[in-house]
């Protein structure tokens, strides 16, 4: 199985790209929804959540929201440690439904996951999906976002890569463009295996 990073940050088109690799045949993993899924349903992980953070930031569907980036967004330890627990569950439910969906091709879409160490030696192939910043703003806005929630994500995914880039998509142009630019990256990761 190859596991392909697909990254970029909020308005950058990865989640578009991502349903082309998906149509192409390949696992897709959304890392930030699946490790919201995670808050609700792994136990080790809401006990460990518990007691780094107190009980109060659980809900019996997952967590507060508020609450947890109320913490974390003030201190840069408690964010360290939230990853610390985070990133290997992550990694963990990444490789369980990537063997049990028998695909060659396991992709985790992720906007920090090349940025951690965790994660640096761990994919076979890393494809960036670049947009203008304005652009990426904008996009973003036209999904119900505000300004100021955008520019607040682009600032927090601002990291820089472990890794370097097999494959870099510009999204600075049309639809078609972006596609064409998926299919050349499909063809990149299809002579890993």
């Given at each position: 199985m190859i596991k392909v990073l697909l990254t970029g940050g909020i308005g950058s088109g990865k989640s578009r790209v991502a349903g082309y690799f998906r149509e192409?045949?390949?696992?897709v993993y959304d890392s930030d929804s699946s490790a919201r899924a995670l808050y609700g349903s792994d136990a080790a992980l809401r006990a460990k959540l518990a007691e780094l953070f107190g009980a109060?930031?659980?809900?019996?569907?997952?967590?507060n929201a508020p609450v947890l980036a109320g913490i974390i967004f003030n201190d840069a330890s408690a964010l360290e440690a939230l990853e610390a627990v985070v990133?290997?569950?992550?990694?963990?439910?990444f490789l369980r439904q990537a063997e049990a969906s028998g695909r060659e091709v396991a992709v985790m879409e992720s906007a920090?996951?090349?940025?951690?160490?965790l994660f640096k030696d761990f994919?076979?192939?890393?494809?960036v999906v670049e947009s203008p910043d304005q652009?990426?703003?904008e996009r973003a806005i036209l999904r119900g976002s505000t300004e100021a929630e955008v520019r607040k994500r682009m600032e927090a995914q601002k990291t820089s890569m472990l890794m370097e880039p097999d494959v870099v998509i510009g999204n600075d142009k049309d639809l078609k463009t972006l596609e064409?630019?998926?299919?050349?990256?499909?063809?990149?990761?299809?002579k890993a295996f």
């Open positions: 192409y045949g390949a696992f109060e930031v659980l809900t019996p569907e997952g967590v990133h290997p569950a992550v990694k963990e439910d920090i996951a090349g940025s951690k160490p994919f076979d192939v890393v494809v652009l990426r703003l064409k630019q998926a299919k050349k990256a499909w063809k990149h990761i299809s």
